[in-house]
């Protein structure tokens, strides 16, 4: 594989290589080889972990120990029939799914897996802008209008519904999320992703630990963000059939099955990045632990992802859904002031230590 980058390194140039070509290979693998591999099978193991946790077992039929389920599943999508209602708004219906999917894709662009490359090497990230973390957080809320126009242009009262509340949560816990992450920021002095993990190292600690509060607040609204249990009050199957995608069906509704499992492991690579220290090992200057370093950087990053990714099941597993006025309470009469407080306690903290 090195010598195929070199070799195209060689024929194409340089200038042309680092700017053109080796971001759009990395884009390329990413997205078929880890993005959309990882989805796939993230819904296979939420199910089996769903099953044994309900004393079950699980989808376990298709292949050996059922790892060609998710093959299945996306086989019966695309053969499915994918209707349009009659009084739908047709374009914004058709709009909707892409306008969920694509912004969540979109993000991990700038979500670094590994750390910047030596001298003539690949970095583990497509790119690095001094802006990062504001690219992820204004992308990640464009999703919120695929719910909204999916809801909206279905002309189905449940589905309207579902996008109602859908507008109404997301846009309450982005307030509370985006103050949580500021915390990090103003310790690491950058909004860059890669320079944020490299400021924990520098400190030589992961910013969870003083951040603790901004990262509970953090998780809770990224849980909430995704529409996800406790708070999957948009979808809510026991009052709202399906909530915002009730029409839907085929590879449009697979979309948006795609948009919510992207948007999963967009929180986790978010949450990893900013709280726990990224690509480094735990306690990256201890001497102690020096043993560990042998470990490859983006290895450290998915351990700590699928932790996230599996307290999202855990919480579907174990948690009831919320009220949607207990949902609101919790945003602007908790969170919001508590991560306020926590904003002005760090800001404090940060200007009497410079």
Known sequence: MTSLIESVRTT??????????????????????????????????????LGFMQARLGPNRVGPWGLLQPIADVAKLLVKGDSIPLRAVKWA???????????????????????????????????????????????????????I????????????MGGLRSAAQMISYEVPQGLALVGPVLLAGTLS??????????????????????FFLYL???????????????????ELVAGFHTEYSGMRFALFFLGEYANMIVISAVATTLFLGGWLRPFPNVE???????????????????????L???????????????????????????ALGNLALTALVKLLVA
Not at 220 to 238: I, Y
Not at 297 to 310: D, S, T, Y
């Open 12 to 49: 194409v140039g340089d200038t042309l290589f680092y700017g053109a070509v080796s971001p759009l290979v990395k884009i390329l693998v990413l997205l078929f080889l880890m993005i959309l591999p990882l989805i796939a099978y993230l819904t296979l193991a939420e199910r089996r972990i």
């Open 93 to 147: 219906f058709v709009l909707a799914p892409c306008l969920v999917v694509g912004p969540a894709i979109l993000v991990f662009a700038v979500i670094p897996l590994g750390p910047r490359a030596e001298a003539g090497g690949l970095s583990w990230f497509v790119t690095d802008i001094n802006t990062g973390l504001l690219f992820v957080v204004a992308t990640a809320s464009i999703g919120v209008y695929g719910l």
């Open 149 to 160: 126009l999916g809801g909206w242009s279905s002309n189905n009262k449940f589905s309207l």
């Open 193 to 214: 992703m890669v320079g944020i993990v490299e400021a924990q190292k520098a400190d030589r600690f992961w910013y969870v630990f003083p951040q603790i509060v901004g």
């Open 220 to 238: 809770v609204a990224g849980v909430a963000e995704t529409n996800r249990n406790p708070f999957d009050l948009p979808e809510a199957e026991s």
């Open 288 to 310: 102690a632990l020096a043993f560990l370093d042998p470990v490859p950087g983006v290895i450290w990053f998915a351990l700590k992802v699928f932790v996230f990714l599996f």
């Open 312 to 338: 999202y099941i855990w919480f579907r597993g174990t948690f009831p859904r919320y009220r949607f006025d207990q949902l609101m309470d919790l945003g602007w009469k908790w969170m919001i002031p508590v």
